[in-house]
Nanobody, 114 residues
């Protein structure tokens, strides 16, 4: 069964940057390449929030709260999707999840200190 593995989270000061990675394991390239990939985040007790989406043709969409600060990209040769997060704010603190239908990663914590 395919699996998504996130990495790159951690603690950062407000104004700083982090880059999250999400690698699809046990998924063949011909399955990975056509898929739209997405990032979400969730704060405990709140609903999961859409962050960004990238299609197979690299068309991108962003949630309003991160537009202009976050950038999603993908490397099909590595079966990996990235989320570059700049100008981080304390309110960006959350668990971040990648999603490649129908699979979800386990989530990774991003903690932005003020």
């Amino acid at each position: 069964q395919a699996q998504l593995v996130e990495s790159g989270g951690g603690l950062v000061q407000a104004g700083g940057s982090l880059r999250l990675s999400c690698k699809a394991q046990r998924m063949i390239t011909s399955v990975f390449n056509p898929k739209t990939m997405e990032w979400y985040r969730q704060v405990p007790g709140k609903q999961r929030e859409f962050i960004a989406r990238i299609s197979s043709t690299k068309t991108t969409n962003y949630g309003d709260t991160v537009k202009g600060r976050f950038t999603i990209s993908r490397d099909n040769s590595r079966k990996t999707v990235y989320l570059q997060m700049d100008s981080l704010k304390p309110e960006d603190t959350a668990i971040y999840y990648c999603m490649v239908p129908p699979y979800w990663g386990e989530g990774i914590l991003v903690n932005v200190s003020s």
